[in-house]
């Protein structure tokens, strides 16, 4: 038995091994059959585990947190006040490290 994957994907294709089979252009020989549907073909014939939902869902935060944060700089930096503005600054340099931080424990998780 062959097993080809769509590069990225959970997609995969069993042939008999000795059915004939041309690959796509974006396909490989896979090592082994997809363990589990959150798992994505990788370039090297191996799987590693979809992390797209966790990186969506990390951003999704970030840009909510990100927005809430420039609205309040830009209402204090209207009125003036310079002490909400600098203090919302330091907020949003510590989202920003906080978001790569998670963005790292993301992508480096176990494959």
Known sequence: MKIYAVVGTAQQTIIADSVQYNPAENEVLMKSER?????????????????????????????AEKANLCEVYTTASMQGDTETTQSVAADMADLDAWYDEEYQKIEGSVE
């Open 35 to 63: 363990p589990e549907e959150d798992y994505v073909a990788k370039a090297d014939g191996t799987w590693e585990i979809d992390k797209t939902p966790q990186l969506d869902a990390l951003t999704a935060e970030y840009r």
